[in-house]
């Protein structure tokens, strides 16, 4: 990334609403372009979603550090995020988190990302190929869940494996029609919803893919 590109990115997130140090200091370490190949890596700073392998897409990065600032990671967080897809995602996080869990049905997009992390020292993040519809039990509670594939309602496992002052940030909504990015806070009784923006995201869908 040049230092001409990397002033630009800033300046469009910062236009679109990203006030927050931190999340703005995460973005600017991670080159989007290391998590994406062929034709479209020349476009990697576009605020646009590309395509990635196995039919999947690379969110738009204005949305990335909106949720990401939404999030409001902590040093001490463990977080949780359904969708590893490429991989940005979860290489931003593990520069504001303790520990980066991170999941996709298709375990191709699994070994690649896990492969970048590794070229790129990013050690606190652990990789599954898994169905993250259930979350992940064996790790459970967490401090921040993101999910980055759109369900129909907030999966019921991940509100259980949320701590309670946590917070989960995923889109919500029919796949092909209106999706909401949503804020949920869990409460001591229950729990917060707050809606930010309409966005488009791929569905999160039940199962494991062959590849
Ligand atoms: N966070 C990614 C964008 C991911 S696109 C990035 O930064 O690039 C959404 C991803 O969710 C896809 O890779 C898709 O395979 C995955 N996905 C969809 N349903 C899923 C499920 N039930 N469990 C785990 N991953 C799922």
């Given at each position: 990334m040049t230092p001409e590109n990397k002033m630009q990115f800033l300046f469009s997130l910062r236009s679109k609403g990203i006030t927050d140090r931190r999340t703005l200091g995460a973005m600017e370490k991670v080159d989007r372009q290391d998590f994406m190949r062929g034709v479209f890596a020349q476009r990697a700073y576009e605020d646009q979603p590309m395509p990635i392998a196995c039919g999947q897409t690379i969110s738009q990065p204005s949305v990335v550090a909106l949720m990401t600032q939404t999030l409001?990671?902590?040093?001490r967080d463990k977080v949780l995020e359904i969708g590893t897809g490429s991989g940005y995602q979860a290489a931003i996080l593990s520069h504001l988190a303790r520990r980066v869990y991170s999941v996709d049905r298709h375990t191709r997009l699994v070994r690649e990302a896990q492969a970048i992390f590794n070229e790129l020292g990013l050690t606190n993040i652990t990789t599954m190929a898994k169905d993250?519809?259930?979350?992940l039990p064996e790790q459970a509670p967490f401090d921040r869940i993101i999910v980055t594939a759109a369900a129909e309602d907030p999966p019921s496992p991940l509100l259980a494996q949320l701590k309670v002052g946590g917070i989960m940030v995923l889109p919500v909504g029919q796949s092909d029609t209106v999706q909401n990015l949503i804020k949920v806070t869990k409460l001591e009784k229950g729990f917060d919803y707050e809606e930010l923006k309409s966005v488009r995201f791929v569905p999160l869908l039940e199962g494991m893919e062959r590849e």
């Open positions: 409001n990671v902590q040093p993250g519809s259930y979350g």
